[in-house]
């Protein structure tokens, strides 16, 4: 069965790092496009970066861009989020994201990003 699940949430100041992990089981985790998405309660879910199978390509949600790094690690089927120089309206539940050969979608149970002096 495909488990999602992320870790690595916290409170940090603003200027300063977390590093999201998202560990993926039960499909071929190296075969597939991986993303993180955000949301904040009372607001739309939002995508904030994507990796595709390899690594070879990613992509940014525009205002984090210089600020944070996805990558994956296709041996330890982990997913990672790498955020430098947080700040408060990156306050969000972070999520886990891919979508099957059927196009159904798997999400994890997220962790929440609180910045804030």
């Known amino acids: 069965q495909v488990h999602l699940e992320e870790s690595g949430g916290g409170l940090v100041q603003p200027g300063g790092s977390l590093r999201l992990s998202c560990s993926a089981s039960?499909?071929?985790?190296?075969?597939?496009?991986m993303k993180w998405y955000r949301q904040t309660p009372g607001k739309e879910r939002e995508l904030v970066a994507t990796?595709?199978?390899?690594?070879?390509?990613?992509t940014y949600l525009d205002s984090v861009k210089g600020r944070f790094t996805i990558s994956r690690d296709d041996v330890k089927n982990t997913l990672y989020l790498q955020m430098n120089n947080l700040k408060p309206e990156d306050t969000a539940a972070y999520y886990c994201?891919?979508?099957?050969?059927?196009?159904?979608?798997?999400w994890g149970q997220g962790t929440q990003v609180t910045v804030s002096s």
């Open positions: 990796i595709k199978r390899g690594g070879t390509s990613t």
């Open positions: 039960g499909f071929g985790f190296n075969l597939h496009t």
């Open positions: 994201n891919f979508v099957d050969w059927n196009s159904r979608q798997y």
